[in-house]
DNA sequence: CGAGTGTATTAAGCTACTTAATACACTCAG
DNA sequence: CTGAGTGTATTAAGTAGCTTAATACACTCG
């Protein structure tokens, strides 16, 4: 489902619940698909339950995922996190392009490389 | 000179290193403008000055400081950092820009935000 | 009923950050 | 030359956060 970068300084679960965000944003999972237990995922990356169970907790308080009792977590459909992931990711693209400017760099060359990006094959 | 902020749960080293780095790029820090010493920063910040010391090691080791033994830390000239923090920047830019794209936040937008963001008031 | 869920708790170990207290070589003004 | 002020290195200790481990319990469903 996802695997792990031991280069990642991060805590694990940041890096797991940054990687499902990704997931679920880009459409690798749907909605109301069942998300694997604490335990298996645990068991699929060498990783405690606690573990995945302190990521799932984090997904859920952003409403990336909604949980069931005795049958488990679930994608939460795309209108609980859309708002959300747009406002947080636009935030942060604004910081960037502030950083940008102030270290000198042109804004033709952001615009053309904003082009391009948006121009790349879907992954 | 700089303040700290109580609310980042970064390293404080870390912290310090961030906001003198964007005082240098902005300008705020002349090249060969001497640095306060490790001990004097220190009380100003209510540090420990070690922790003074490993920021100015990692400014160094970018290539925003340089040191003169038994004399102190100055800021290096730009040459030494700007095609640096130029790529770095850049890089990160576009990184946020792949999340906007894949959150689903359309070209136009972008776009005029960044056209909007050229022309902010400098600080 | 029993296996599989989420969830909570407690204890322990580990790592990184930070502080503290020294120590030493260097530079420069007096 | 001397002493104050530099950077730098070392060692020890404390703290906080992350992670693992071992349980335990309520829930759901075949």
Redo the contacts between chains.
């Keep these: 489902m996802i695997l792990l970068d031991y280069r990642d300084k991060r805590p694990i679960y940041e890096q797991i619940v940054e990687k499902l965000e990704?997931l679920i944003?880009?459409g690798g999972l749907s909605a109301d698909e069942k998300m694997p237990s604490v335990r298996s995922l645990g068991m699929e990356l060498s990783v405690n339950p606690n573990t995945i169970q302190r990521a799932y907790a984090q997904l859920e308080q952003e409403g990336y995922l909604y949980t069931v009792s005795g049958r488990g977590n679930f994608v939460a459909p795309e209108s609980e996190w859309?708002d959300g992931?747009?406002q947080k990711?636009?935030q942060?693209?604004?910081?960037?392009?502030?950083?940008?400017?102030?270290?000198?760099?042109p804004?033709e060359q952001?615009?053309n490389?904003?082009?391009d990006?948006?121009e790349?094959e879907k992954q």
């Excluded at 693209?93 to 940008?100: E, K, L, P, Q, Y």
């Design positions: 990704k944003v880009s859309r992931i747009k990711v636009l942060e693209w604004i910081t960037a392009t502030r950083n940008a400017r102030l270290s000198g760099i804004l952001l615009q490389t904003l082009k990006v948006y790349e």
